[in-house]
């Protein structure tokens, strides 16, 4: 059984400025679980087709009742190949990827293609789709339960990746990220709550003495 899940973004960019940022996209604030990029094969066809094959290495934390089976290597980060073809012609890019690394545990191949927004061409619409599997007997559920919704997130994050490099190619400053608000936030927070911690500990001293 394969888990299966589909959906479509919208960039307000236009395709091409989008093709350009998809090679830009790292680093940015919301995928700093990629490590590093190498592109192992990249040619033109006579068609004029742009074919590449890159290798990324990211950070992946497995489930910790998974963390025992691996190395500990492999649990902590996952390689990925990723195959794409931009056609000029038909105004599309296409990409396709999975991963090589422990790929028995759980198996994740994704497609996405980029293409004009038929309703607005100056918008650039994402279809993305994903298959999940696993060969764990007994467990192949829970596990393409997990990849699922590691997936979901994935895709939210990378949209906010690609809004903030495409916001940072047209000029604009980008706003403080998700992170960077939450954790301003929670340093407010921390700090409100230690000098309410501090007020209420003088308060029980002066009663101390009273």
């Known amino acids: 059984m394969v888990k299966y899940f589909v959906c479509v973004g919208l960039l307000k960019s236009t395709w091409d400025q989008v093709c350009i940022a998809f090679w830009q996209r790292y680093p940015n604030p919301y995928s700093n679980h990629v490590l590093t990029e190498d592109i192992i094969f990249r040619e033109v066809t006579p068609g004029n087709c742009l074919i590449s094959r890159r290798l990324l ?68 619409e994402i279809k993305r789709e994903a298959w999940i599997s696993s060969k764990v007997y007994g467990l192949s559920r829970a596990i393409q339960e997990f990849g699922l919704a590691r997936f979901k997130t994935s895709s939210t994050k990378t949209m906010k990746g690609f809004e903030y490099v495409l916001g940072k190619m047209q000029g604009e400053t980008p706003s403080k990220t998700l992170a960077e608000t939450a954790t301003e936030r929670a340093r407010e927070t921390a700090l409100a709550a230690k000098e309410k911690a501090k007020d209420l500990a003088s308060q029980a001293q002066k009663k101390q003495y009273v």
Not at 91 to 117: D, P
């Open 57 to 124: 290495t990211k950070t992946s934390r497995a489930p910790r009742w998974a963390e025992k089976y691996l190395p500990v290597h492999m649990a902590s980060s996952a390689y990925i190949i990723e195959d794409s073809i931009v056609d000029p012609i038909t105004r599309t890019m296409t990409t396709v990827s999975w991963n090589i690394s422990h790929a028995r545990l759980m198996s994740v191949e994704e497609r996405c293609e980029y293409r004009i927004n038929p309703e607005n061409t100056s918008w650039t």
